[in-house]
Each structure stands twice: as C-alpha cells, then as structure tokens.
C-alpha cells in the first residue's frame, strides 16, 4: 500500500523482531496512526475494537496473535487460552478461524520450545500469502475488466461500484475488491469508482476513499442508498466487492447492504464480481443464510457519527433521539445466483459448488 507515496504494509513486525506494528483504522482518514501489538490480548482488542478489519487482515493478525502469545509462554495451556481468546475476537470472517486453525494444527503437536519461532516465521507466511493472492486476484481481475473496457465501453470511462472497503487496508497489501482496480488504474484503463459510504462505520468514506485518493484513482463517495439509482440510469458499468465468509455453493457474505447492491445489479443486468481469496471460502458450508454467523455489533455504531470538527477536531455526535434503539447487523447474505462471478486467486469462477470444487479440489470436505 502507498501511503503518502511511500510503500508499507497494514501488518508488519517491528524493527526489534517481535512486537506486530499495526495501522488503527479508527483514526483514518483524518490521521494515519500506527499501534503496536505486543500480547495476545493486544490482538485479540486490536480485532474486536476494528483497529485492524476486513477478513484477510483480521486472519494475519490472529497468526501474529498467535506468535506473540508463544513468545509469552510457549506452553500447551497458553496455545489454548490464545487460541481461544483470538478466535473468538468476531464471528463473521471465516479468516479468523481459518487462521487460527492452520496455527494451532502447526504449533500443537510440535515440542513448545520451538514454537516461538515457528508461530513468527508461520505468521509471516500468512501475510506473505495473503499479498500474493491478492495480486493474482488483481491479475484476473484486470483482464476482466480489460474486457468489459474494450467490448463494452470501447475506450470510455468504466465505472466501478464498490462497497465497504475490500481494500489494501482490509488485506495485508493490494486489497481484494480493490486489486484489480489498482491494476486496472496502473495499466492505464480508464476507470472511475463509485464508493459507497457503508453505514454504519462508513469504511467506504473513510478507507476506501482514502486508498483511493492516495492511489490516485479518480473516484466519488456516495450514499449507500443511492446505488439503485445510479444503476438505474446506466451509470454503473460493474460492481466489484469483496467476502468475509462464502459458501462452498458460492453464497457471498460481505458487509451489511452488500445484498442490496447485488438485488439492484442483478434488475438493472449490472455484472456483480465478488473477489474471493480462497482462504475466505469456507468449504465446509452450503447455506449462507442459515449457516454463517452474523456479527451484532452495539447500537451506538448507529445511532451517533464521528467526524472532523472545522476546528480540526475529531468528535462523535449522536444522530438519533437518546430513547431510539437501534439494530446494527454487520453482514448480510447474497444468494449465489445473484454474483455473477468470483474472481480467486486461480481465476474467475462461477459462483457454483461444482465450479468451486473443481477449482479447489484440495479444500473439499470429505463426509
Ligand atoms: O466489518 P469489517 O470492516 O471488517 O467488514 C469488512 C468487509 O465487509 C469487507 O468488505 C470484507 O472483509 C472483505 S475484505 C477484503
């Protein structure tokens, strides 16, 4: 990622080897403030409290999570107690388990005294992994929208809609959603994209305008209410979005009004892309509505707003009447027949079991 044109990663260990230097999300856009992790404790907030978020993120600094719990006390009991701890941080992204699980399958059986070691160099890899996905991903992404650039804009501007952030903040490097988009930029196809602001934390204004902006991609924010409307009058060419958890049936779960955008795509035959890292799909499932757990998290993500003051302050203010309860579901469920293609790291596939599984024979789970 570029940040003020200076290339960093959101993750990455610190000059002394052991402590994890994270970026808060929270102070973005208005400040770029990093954090250090020195504790499973430290990771477990950082997750929770959404200093770091978006699901291949959240996977990473569970692994370095993990690391640092072992250089702690490398013993049996804490491999457990982290384990736990960490795992339980939020429910949705399927990274987090994922995550977790491929650590403790590593770690677990070995003598604790090497695990240490192994817990950093197996982390690295994670995030390490993670980048390479995302730059195939933006690979296949770029030549589908190459595509659609040359057959159906025949040299005019493609407009993009994304949702959320699926950016470079939400992954190690790249982004998901967003590296085909940077690709695409970077070879000079001429793009716009749509940001849709994503109530209630708005990581579309906050994040993913920000990414944008210091990319240079030209971009506009909008309402999340507003996309049918765009849709509706041929001003969105495609929509691309990322995933914190899909089915192996290909049922996308991704932050909350996701579906909406998918319902209004598919009446207006807009194209909607989901890019999909392989170690967000969860192929143990089939059903997304009925089988992924959907975060809650509080009322007050709703019910106030923070922002910069015009005398440079950041401040939070309430929006609604102080009686008002308010609901605030973070995900929802889109029906696999309303994407109309998973961009992974091994290509674009149908959003099909059958596509899915013969894509990544490997991750079939065997009854
Ligand atoms: O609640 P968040 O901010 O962690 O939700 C993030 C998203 O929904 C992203 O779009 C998703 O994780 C895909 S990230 C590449």
Not at 2 to 24: F, Q
Not at 60 to 74: F, K, P, V
Not at 166 to 191: E, Q, R
Not at 330 to 336: L, Q
Request: glycine share 8%; aromatic share 6%; with cysteine.
């Amino acid at each position: 990622m570029r940040v003020n044109g200076h290339h960093t990663r959101s993750i990455r260990l610190d000059d002394d080897g052991a402590r994890v230097v994270i970026v808060d999300q929270t102070r973005l856009p208005h400040e770029f403030v990093t954090r250090h992790l020195a504790s499973a404790e430290d990771a477990a907030q950082a997750i929770r409290d959404m200093w770091v978020r978006g699901a291949p993120l959240i996977g990473a600094t569970a692994a370095y999570g993990l690391a640092l719990a072992m250089m702690e006390d490398e013993s049996d009991a804490n491999l457990a107690r982290a384990c736990a701890l960490i795992g339980e941080a939020r429910p949705t992204a399927v990274n987090l388990a994922w995550a977790v699980g491929e650590m403790r399958a590593l770690l677990g059986p070995m003598a604790p005294i090497e695990r240490p070691e192994t817990a950093y160099a197996a982390a690295a890899t994670i995030a390490d992994e993670d980048v390479a996905i995302n730059s195939s991903i933006g690979d296949h992404g770029l030549e589908l929208f190459r595509a659609f650039a040359a057959h159906k804009k025949h040299g005019e501007t493609l407009n993009i809609l994304t949702h959320c952030n699926a950016g470079w903040l939400a992954t190690v490097d790249w982004g998901t959603a967003t590296a085909p988009i940077y690709k695409a930029f970077d070879a000079g196809v001429k793009l716009h994209v749509y940001v849709s602001e994503t109530r209630p934390r708005n990581q579309g204004a906050s994040l993913t305008a920000w990414e944008m902006a210091n990319h240079g991609v030209p971009h506009t924010l909008i309402v999340d209410n507003s996309a049918g409307h765009l849709m509706q009058h041929g001003m969105i060419d495609l929509v691309v979005v990322g995933t914190d958890r899909t089915t192996a049936n290909g049922d996308v779960c991704n932050k909350i009004g996701t579906y909406l955008k998918a319902l209004a795509a598919h009446d207006n035959n807009v194209p909607f892309y989901v890019a999909a890292p392989s170690p967000s799909i969860d192929f143990s499932i089939e059903d997304g509505l009925r089988q992924i757990p959907i975060e809650t998290r509080g009322a007050e993500e709703v019910t106030h707003v923070s922002g910069l003051t015009r005398a440079g302050r950041v401040e939070t203010v309430r929006i609604s009447p102080d009686s008002t309860a308010a609901l605030n579901h973070g995900f929802d469920v889109t029906p696999a027949r309303l994407v109309s293609g998973l961009i992974t790291e091994r290509g674009v596939v149908k959003a099909r079991r059958e596509a899915l599984a013969d894509m990544f024979p490997e991750r079939i789970v065997k009854n």
